[in-house]
């Protein structure tokens, strides 16, 4: 809980040495710690609120504003498109223009794909890239992220929706249930973004997702081998183990050749697309048109040659026209309502995730800042319209919105000239995709979720901590061995686990003085660093709350029982000062405080005298209410350990 | 994650300056930042292992010895009785004896009232007083703790059992639950003591255990008006609300006033004994033998002036005899073993808590060493055993622990004498107590369960940690308002979500140096430091996790951008470096070293240079394995700060 809100506070005296002026020069100067003035407990929970839920201090632009001001400030944080919208000029168009094209190629046979994921009719994913993309374009502050939907999430919401309702002998249900998820979705985020909560998607950390999104990518390829075989007995299931299994049972009379044929060649097609793309940044649009290019192919060699009619499974029918009202389809009462819930809070986060992470990398790229909880207000006010124009969930796609930001887009705009594109294709072309082979959809797919394999990422895991690489296995076996909520689960407790192990053990060192400095470092960092005969120097690396104080106190205790039999066997000098080094302790609570007492008194039974470095302001004003100060006295605090030492062992004053 | 295992590590010379030692003495010496050698991936682990579970280095007397004595070594170590019996002498057992017979005349009115807080006949609790404190003499290394049935447990108890079966319906099967139950909470704590996880426990925080034990004590006493004022008909609910509805809507023609007569007698009795107690420590054992004198005294009384005839509800009978064995009753298949599980792990684990806690504090006081995870194992034995010859869970009672410290007691040898009276007990005196009146019981519980009520501990959490003392009253409330269950998940939730918080919004700083020194602090601690015209010093002050790394790398810099406009205002020379004080950075995972790459590429866009100082060893680690010092140049990272403003900021020099 931060607390930098009180400005203006003054530091009381509260150790007055009487060093004469003459010895100040013989010892070097001993500087008294400073005694925060007591906090009043409104303006510390204030400070603490606030650091909490507005740390990026969203009223700042509001302050000192009059009224009207203040009015029209409130509408263009709604509606950022107010804010820019005066600023856009043709220059801007002309990039959005190519960049929304681009995008628009890519994403419409990608949606007719990720629909096949989520079990719903074609059209949807085409109805969920036309409306969410039109309200973010008006809400988002993103400026290269593009809307839609997307592989991870609709299968995500695919899976869980089927465990409730069987799309196959229900589709009416499921289609009204997808609906209430998607309602439910849009309500999590803004919720989130509404009451500050933003925060709690950081708890999926980062090597979670990358395992997460692998794990996805191996699930959402492994599902495309029903399109991609022609299989028509498939599995359920999305582990590997029921998918092979069904891939295999189904090998002598399920698979159909000509489908494997169309599927191979444009799989490999798309391929070299993406490598092209990726050798020579400057054909980025070869991999973005080619998924276009493919359909259009594929469409018309089966539309001439009748492959239909040998077992080519087709999308036969894509209704026609723009996304019909389904307000009353979602559930509002009864048992669906809350699996819808259930369901929506889900798969809104995992949204929420992919969008916020996309959002947070390319405003870095070009160095402008994105509210996190604006954007989930954007986000999650996209999805309450989309489910009541019957649109599923749509978020940030990972491939789209690089595409978008290689074409060069500069605003949100690209999202409204690629809805218009996708408006245009409801309203006149669907009829052409007759006769679209599957299989050219499965590869189109495969080719997408791909790149969300990230090698590199892992092995850059790996490199710098194992337990971050636990969780990124965790989360990307669960996924495709379980399923995608196994894989959630996993990924979220282990990335839980690590927390509450590194309250609960935190790291301790020993101290010594770096040669020819006053500095104390850690011995095992510096071992060149030397020891002060009869004191024993010890840092805590944590705050001492309640998770850890007893392991603090008995480690700090260790220390000093390792360090007397060593100095027993040496024959050296028995310790009599025992110095903690508070800096790194940023706070502590009840049961830090008793550990301390108890390390008082374990210490005042063998003789040994406790000398506090440098606690912090929050440490002090807490040691100062228990009277702990007292306990050890005033003259056992000391600004830094050097002048602890100084203090405790005058004989070293001569050495320095 | 505790690293302190590579002894002999030696520093790699990563950054020779080449200063010339005439330049050495007009500018200070400037040392090299240590960089540690690549830790072996198994020695890692090991020493991550080793701090996790065996932080208590228990294995080192074993070290170096040979075969037999570590058999020997081996067999102490699990009954440490065979340790300390030897140096047992007739002295240690004259205090034993006077605080075995003081604990057991506390204990026997206690038992016989507790064991109907647990909803079973009288004699259980005076089995459970008769087993377990023999298996822990044996077993456990406290020396003052008193074992038996102790309040709270028993209430907890209770209230899980008859949440699964009636005990007045069913008592056969709902006892037979109650030992499945005190088998697996023995079974819970054995494995936690052996599987090392004895640090779970520290997750209930102190102030939480405050706050519950408090609600704990005002709902037992609640429940002791149906016994105090005679109520037939009372409810099973524990809330507040329930048990004074109950009481009210028998106010007319429930309440038996010869009832109330005695126990408001008895219990004046009892809180008078309990000041003089309080006001002179030489009278400990006015309370302690107080109970029982009411007993007789009351029960005299009632079998004299036939009281029962007139409404005086009486114990009636209690079973003649020592424990029956229940082996055969433990369920260890079918729907109520799950339920027994389920029940003995939160019962176990609470006990665990009390017990812990109890053994922690004593040992503090007479400075011994207590092993936690070996004390587990010896409460679980004692429950596991119990469970098979008809007693409820077990554990350290407070009241008797503390009786049996100012009584005197030496060695686990009290425990042993209390079990003996208790035998006598249960072999020659249970008839007599048919006509102790319930009323007597319900005073003796009210009296003892007072002291659990700690106002004092309560107004110093206040003072403390205002978030511990949300955390205490959420646990006090919950139990007093809902349930012991309610009180047990929201105390626990409140610590989670503050670990939790505490590692989202970690402190940032604003650092400045303190007049006449090179050390650099808190501007906020330390209204007289300066800042360093150029340049921006700010410590973070956590490890840098994916729950905090986004926000630490805003939070830094809004620090940034503050002090820009602060400086624009005012004409100052603008920002040219950022010095980060890494000091309490004790760790940094994948998603923080992200954050830090994120925020170099933000400050290098502003032409801004980053600078580290002072990262530990396990950081720094992880800084050259993701490349980011190279990155950033390895000229950039400082031992200290006044290091990295001396070279960032030369000017400064002629100053010091």
């Known amino acids: ?18 060093v004469s002026s003459s010895r100040r020069q013989s010892i070097p100067y001993i500087h008294k710690v400073g005694v ?5 407990l409104f303006t510390e929970i204030k400070s ?7 740390s990026d201090d969203p009223f700042k632009p509001f302050k000192d504003q009059p009224k009207s001001r203040k009015l029209i400030l409130g509408v263009q944080a709604v509606f950022p ?6 600023h856009y000029n043709l220059s801007k168009f002309k990039g959005d223009l190519i960049a929304g094209l681009t995008i628009a190629s890519l994403c419409i046979p990608q949606d007719i794909g990720y629909s096949k994921l989520a079990n719903l009719a074609p059209q949807y994913g085409l109805y969920s890239s036309f409306v969410p993309p039109l309200i973010y374009a008006f809400m988002g502050s993103s400026r290269d992220i593009a809307i839609g939907p997307v592989a991870v999430v609709s299968l995500l919401l695919g899976t869980l929706l089927q465990s ?3 799309p196959t002998t229900n589709p009416v249900e499921y289609r009204r249930l997808a609906f209430t998820a998607t309602f439910f979705a849009g309500i999590t985020q803004v919720s989130l973004g509404i009451l500050r909560l933003g925060f709690l998607i950081d708890f999926l950390s980062h090597a979670a997702v990358v395992g997460f999104m692998a794990g996805a990518a191996i699930t959402i390829a492994l599902q495309q081998l029903k399109g991609f075989l022609g299989i028509k007995d498939f599995t359920k299931k999305t582990d590997i183990i029921s998918v092979m299994r069904s891939v295999f049972s189904s090998a002598h009379h399920g698979w159909n050749w000509q489908t494997i044929v169309i599927g191979a060649t444009f799989l490999a097609f798309l391929l070299v697309a993406k490598y092209i793309g990726k050798k020579n940044k400057k054909f980025f649009w070869v991999p973005a048109i080619a998924p276009l290019i493919s359909v259009i192919l594929a469409t018309f060699f089966v539309y001439i040659t009748h492959a239909d009619k040998k077992g080519v499974q087709i999308v036969k029918h894509i209704k026609k026209g723009i996304n019909p009202s389904s307000v009353n389809e979602i559930y509002f009462t009864g048992d669906n309502l809350l699996k819808g819930i259930k369901i929506g809070v889900v798969a809104g986060m995992i949204a929420l995730t992919e969008a916020v992470a996309i959002g947070r990398t390319f405003a870095a790229m070009k160095d402008y800042q994105l509210d996190g909880n604006k954007e989930m207000v954007a986000l999650g006010a996209m999805n309450v319209v989309g489910s009541m124009t019957s649109c599923y969930v749509a978020t ?10 290689m074409a060069g887009c500069q605003t949100a705009v690209s999202n409204i000239i690629m809805s218009v594109v996708v408006f245009l294709t409801l309203m006149f072309i669907t009829p052409l995709f007759e006769f679209t082979p599957n299989a050219i959809l499965a590869s189109i797919i495969i080719s997408a979720v791909i790149g969300l394999i990230d090698y590199d990422a892992a092995i850059l895991i790996w490199k710098i901590d194992k337990f971050d690489f636990v969780a990124c296995m965790g989360a990307f076996f669960g996924v ?3 399923s995608v909520e196994w894989g959630l689960l996993i990924a979220v407790s282990i990335s839980f686990a690590k927390i509450l192990l590194q309250v609960t053990r935190p790291r301790t060192a020993a101290l010594g003085r770096i040669p020819r400095t006053n500095v104390y470092r850690n011995i095992q960092q510096y071992p ?12 805590i690396d944590s705050a001492i709350y309640f998770s850890n104080s007893n392991y603090v106190r008995e480690r700090i205790l260790r220390w000093l029982t390792d360090e007397e039999e060593h100095l027993k066997e040496e024959g050296l000098p028995a310790i009599q000062v025992l110095i903690v080094e508070m800096s790194p302790v940023t706070d502590i609570d009840t049961s830090g405080i008793h550990a301390l007492q108890e390390l008082h008194s374990s210490l005042q039974k063998r003789g040994i005298q406790l000398v506090l470095a440098n606690p912090g302001r929050v440490v002090l004003d807490k040691l100062h209410a228990s009277n702990f100060v007292s306990l050890i006295g005033q003259d056992k605090i000391f600004l830094t350990v050097a002048d602890a030492v100084l203090t405790c062992s005058p004989k070293l004053v001569e050495e320095v």
């Open 480 to 482: 495709v061995f379980a």
């Open 164 to 166: 409730e309702i069987d």
């Open 36 to 40: 925060p003035p007591k906090q009043n």
């Open 1 to 18: 809980m931060g607390h930098n809100g009180d400005t203006g506070s003054e530091t009381k005296e509260m150790d007055v040495r009487s």
């Open 81 to 86: 498109i107010l804010e820019w919208g005066r």
């Open 528 to 539: 060149e660093a030397s020891k002060v005969p009869g004191l024993l120097i010890v840092r």
């Open 396 to 405: 940030g796609s990972f491939s789209r919105s690089a595409v978008n930001y």
């Open 48 to 54: 603490t609120v606030k650091e909490t839920f507005f």
